[in-house]
């Protein structure tokens, strides 16, 4: 098993056995972590325009919650605070990081059964297989767990603020998805893959899912596939949950696609699964644009990697106006308590991923009676 990134302050136990699950993305969230982009080779040819649609994503967020920056490296921490010297409801911290992508690379964030505490599982990080440089990336999530517990305040006297569990599973956030009440959806090309889980059972992993996350059914979806994608086909660009039950997956534009078999595929197979309690998932299609080149190459564009936040969803367009609509009417109709916000990420997805990738959520906890 790969040892990418160690877990030296964490606990050698089972999250679940300490009374801590995983939430859905749409339960209440305390703040959202953000890793600042600093890595020109990401966007080649595009960089100069990244840190402002990151700043808009930023700005956004920090409306209906608090959002921390991670700076990534000291140029990049000067340009940060400048950007964003006057935006309410942010914290930067001076954390190096190789790239932007949090969602991989951070903690995934736990709540207790009660809700009073938080937790977080922390993955090893090898940049989806050897892809990247990742020393600083894999590095990242035990800083922000230090942070926190540095920060905040404990549920109760002498305990710490957080408690964060060491798995020894190499994987990435964007390659798992809850409903929040015990499904989680993932890819066998990333989870089994052997530049990640060398010698890893399909049963070794979905214990480890279970230890770690409290879930109780595993999906594997596989099938389903983008071209240009880089991580070996993350869930969150194919599959989301929407609410228990319900989700939307990927489907092409047209039947021309190379992508159009396999997502085909993979949505007949999801109308074929039943979740953790016995449902049978309700599936609904979200149109990919057209296929587009940078470069010469093309791009993983998906209305999956959208980010639900507190009271918005933050939704990548890709300057396709019909399925851009397309996908905007569906989200704002299937999640109407939520408004939807549209935001171009026709740059952004030269870097092989959108918001969800950029983002990772924090849950709240209760307040402290």
């Excluded at 340009?79 to 954390?95: F, G, M, P």
């Excluded at 060398?198 to 770690?212: Q, Y």
């Excluded at 489907?251 to 696609?257: E, K």
């Amino acid at each position: 098993m790969s040892q990418a990134n160690s877990n030296n302050d964490a606990i050698a136990g089972s999250a679940v056995d300490a009374g801590f699950r995983w939430v859905a993305e749409w339960e209440r969230h305390e703040a959202t972590w953000i890793s600042w982009p600093h890595r020109e080779k990401t966007w080649p040819g595009r960089f100069e325009n990244i840190p402002d649609v990151t700043e808009r994503m930023i700005r956004t967020l920090a409306e209906v919650e608090h959002v921390h920056v991670l700076a990534g490296s000291p140029e990049s921490l000067v340009q940060a605070k400048r950007k964003l010297s006057d935006a309410n409801n942010v914290t930067i911290h001076d954390i190096p990081t190789n790239d932007t992508w949090i969602r991989d690379f951070g903690p995934t964030f736990l709540l207790s059964k009660d809700g009073s505490k938080l937790g977080a599982t922390r993955w090893r990080f090898n940049a989806w297989g050897g892809k990247y440089p990742y020393e600083r990336d894999a590095a990242a999530g035990e800083l922000i767990c230090k942070t926190l517990n540095s920060q905040g305040k404990p549920a109760h006297e002498g305990e710490p603020c957080m408690q964060s569990f060491a798995s020894s599973l190499v994987g990435e956030g964007g390659g798992i998805e809850t409903d929040g009440q015990g499904t989680l959806l993932t890819t066998s090309s990333v989870l089994l893959s052997s530049t990640r889980n060398f010698h890893w059972t399909r049963e070794l992993v979905e214990a480890e899912l279970m230890r770690m996350l409290d879930i109780r059914k595993v999906l594997w979806v596989d099938g389903g596939a983008l071209a240009g994608d880089d991580t070996d086909s993350h869930i969150d660009q194919l599959v989301r949950f929407i609410r228990p039950g319900l989700v939307v997956a990927a489907v092409s534009y047209s039947s021309d696609d190379s992508n159009a078999a396999g997502l085909a595929l993979q949505r007949e197979r999801l109308t074929e699964m039943t979740d953790a309690e016995g449902r049978p998932l309700d599936v609904l299609p979200l149109m990919t644009p057209p296929p587009r080149l940078i470069q010469g190459k093309r791009v993983p564009e998906s209305y999956c990697n959208f980010y639900i936040a507190n009271d918005i969803v933050l939704m990548p367009t890709f300057g396709f106006r019909e399925t851009d609509d397309l996908a905007y009417g569906i989200l704002q109709d299937l999640m109407p308590d939520r408004r939807v916000i549209c935001q171009d990420a026709s740059d952004f997805i030269w870097g092989l991923g959108a918001f969800h990738c950029a983002t990772q959520q924090q849950p709240a906890v209760l307040p402290l009676l």
